[in-house]
């Protein structure tokens, strides 16, 4: 288990950050959120997690209206074009340990979360503060960016502020810029029905807060094969009818490769039984991880989809 929210708090009190807390419903989305903490003139945040194919993980922070293209942030950190994509859910709670739509930099709190890295937008800085959500979306708290800055250093994080809307050229003379921000090792998520073991990088530590302690680790074990495909799939997230095309292609060369004269002399009636459960298991994680990856995408898109597809309200 990783902090919670009273400790997360008691731990910035013990620092001395200022901050102000705002109870509210549970939100899902900076749409939401604005409906609460949107009049108080703080900036709202929007972060996500994501992933690249060699299981690094990458938190970026910004600014609800600040536009985020992976595609240029990909090249940028050195990894191509496709390199980032998001998470997929089940590393929310293995590696941050906070449940969706908790996500801001004040997860990296806890220890499990040590090798993921973290860009800030820098248009944090031209407000005078910005709304996180400690460790639960239930709450937002304000804090400056010294505040921020504090807290980040307190667990040993330097901050990076990044301007997320830039393009620079990349090429054989002009480096990626922000090649120094990729994670030195990967994580490697565990099947959720095996017992995770300690990663090398971060063994199991101790996180202070007052005269209390919380324990936190990272799992290594692999994952299960179809697990790995689907995960190591790039996922086209704005092409929804591409997606059902690629889900249905899937299906349909299944079916064929097992409709053979040896299967149906052998199984007869029961083919289509047996067939029915073989589909399900070996399309249940390529599914499992492209409706996630979508939803997840929703959540985080979910203010400017919002803003641009619906009217304004009066």
Not at 53 to 73: E, H, P, Q
Not at 150 to 178: C, T, W
Request: glycine share 6%; proline share 5%; net charge neutral.
């Amino acid at each position: 288990m990783g902090l919670s929210k009273e400790h997360l708090l008691a731990r910035l009190k013990e620092l001395q950050i200022d901050f102000s807390q705002y109870d509210h419903p549970v939100v899902l989305t900076v749409e939401a959120q604005a409906k609460y903490v949107g009049h108080l003139g703080g900036g709202l945040s929007k972060n996500l997690f994501l992933k690249d194919k060699k299981s690094r993980f990458y938190i970026v922070s910004a600014l609800a209206d600040t536009k985020v293209d992976l595609k240029v942030l990909s090249v940028r950190l050195g990894l191509g074009k496709g390199g980032l994509r998001m998470a997929p859910e089940e590393s929310l709670g293995e590696i941050l340990q906070v449940p969706l739509g908790c996500v801001t930099p004040l997860s990296l709190v806890n220890e499990s979360a040590c090798n993921v890295s973290l860009l800030l937008d820098q248009k944090f800085k031209s407000q005078e503060f910005c709304f996180f959500h400690p460790l639960s979306n239930d709450m937002s708290i304000s804090l400056t960016t010294n505040g921020l800055d504090k807290f980040l250093k307190s667990i040993k994080r330097d901050p990076s502020y990044v301007d997320l809307e830039a393009n620079p050229s990349v090429g054989k003379d002009q480096p990626p810029d922000l090649a120094s921000l990729v994670p030195s090792s990967s994580v490697v998520l565990a099947d959720p029905p095996e017992t995770a073991a300690s990663s090398k990088d971060c063994t199991e530590n101790t996180v202070s807060v007052g005269n209390k302690s919380t324990k936190s680790t990272v799992s290594t074990s692999k994952p299960s094969i179809n697990a790995k495909k689907a995960q190591d799939k790039p996922a086209n997230i704005t092409d929804v009818g591409k997606m059902v095309d690629d889900l249905l292609d899937s299906t349909s060369l299944l079916v064929l490769k097992e409709i053979t004269e040896e299967n149906i002399k052998e199984h007869g009636e029961e083919l289509g039984e047996l067939l029915s459960k073989k589909i399900k298991n070996q399309l249940a994680a390529e599914l499992h991880n492209t409706i996630m990856i979508f939803k997840n995408t929703a959540y985080t898109e979910g203010f400017h989809a919002g803003m641009h597809c619906h009217p304004k309200r009066s």
